[in-house]
């Protein structure tokens, strides 16, 4: 691990040029900040994380594979081999298993206990599957950006429509549900970020307007939030205006997937270069020094 240094905010127009070194402004000084992982220590371009008892998960786009990091070991779960093209999301639900979906292949997958994974939901309407959330009642509910739809998929393997084109929803990027049943959903093609409650009443919560949501994290009644189009993490409390915590310029401003241990230490991942398969996990960890033990 190696700490990165903070930058001033009048270091902005220094360092807002493409192929820049990697620089990060962190407006709520706060945290310390660190890299964890790195293309050499075996990640690709990452783009979903998703944090559950002591270890991350890592959608790794651009390596086609879903890896787990305890804070020492990094252990690919299932790649190419089992037809994984572009994982981009992930969440395990109430009995441990663990889904994802993949932008590429298309559906609804679950990683095996005997290693890989298989897709367990398919068609066209889950074409181009993007965000995933656990339904409390034991389905899961699917983002397709291509079919504009939110599918849940039953424990069956059966699917049903949900919400998305009655709510507007053109591309859902990233879901996750709240502790009382609603469900948020950032849609990432009309810069939207909506709560459906669980009787099913949508509001629209108010964001700035160059907030384009890509990925969102919820930590109790924080909502954790990045835009991969300005290279911004935000922190959104209560549904209130969500403030900048953290800018990321150079070689990490395409900023993805970010997850949130109850602790408050912040994972975002980096795609640098997803051709190349070059990124970078970083961690922002509260009134703490980076290098030091955390989440």
């Known amino acids: 691990m190696r700490a990165l240094a903070a930058l001033a905010s009048l270091t902005l127009a220094a360092c807002s040029a493409p192929g820049d070194e990697a620089a990060v ?20 371009s990452p783009d979903g994380l998703l944090w559950h008892e ?12 879903i890896r787990k990091w305890d804070g020492r070991q990094l252990t690919t779960l299932a790649d ?5 093209m ?10 441990g298993q663990l889904y994802f979906t993949d932008d590429s292949a ?9 290693g890989g994974a298989e897709r367990v939901a398919a068609g066209a309407i889950l074409a181009g599957s993007e965000g995933i959330a656990v339904d409390p009642e034991g389905g899961v509910e699917v983002g397709s950006g291509e079919s504009e739809r939110i599918l849940r998929v039953l424990p069956t393997g059966e699917t049903e429509p949900f919400q998305g084109r009655r709510w507007g929803v053109a591309k859902p990027e990233s879901m996750v549900r709240a502790a009382d049943g609603s ?80 602790e408050g230490t912040i994972y975002v991942s980096i795609q640098s270069d997803l051709d190349a398969g070059e990124g970078y996990i970083v961690r922002l960890v509260p009134g703490s020094v980076a290098g030091a033990s955390s989440p």
């Open 25 to 44: 402004v962190l407006y709520d000084r706060g945290y310390a900040l660190e890299t964890v992982l790195e293309t050499a220590d075996g990640i690709t």
């Open 54 to 65: 002591g270890s991350l998960y890592i959608a790794d786009e651009g390596g086609s594979a």
């Open 80 to 84: 190419a081999s089992s037809g994984l």
């Open 86 to 95: 572009s994982p981009e999301d992930l969440r395990i639900a109430s009995d």
């Open 106 to 114: 298309g559906g609804l997958w679950r990683v095996l206990q005997a």
């Open 183 to 262: 469900l948020l959903v950032a849609d990432n093609r009309e810069d939207r970020l909506i709560r459906i409650s669980s009787a099913g009443a949508m509001r629209e919560l108010s964001i700035p307007a160059d907030l384009s949501p890509e990925s969102i994290a919820l930590a109790g009644d924080v909502l954790w939030i990045t835009d991969s189009h300005n290279g911004r993490l935000y922190r959104m409390e209560r549904d209130q205006p969500p403030e900048t915590v953290a800018l990321f310029l150079g070689d990490f401003a395409n900023i993805n997937g970010v997850a949130a241990t109850a």
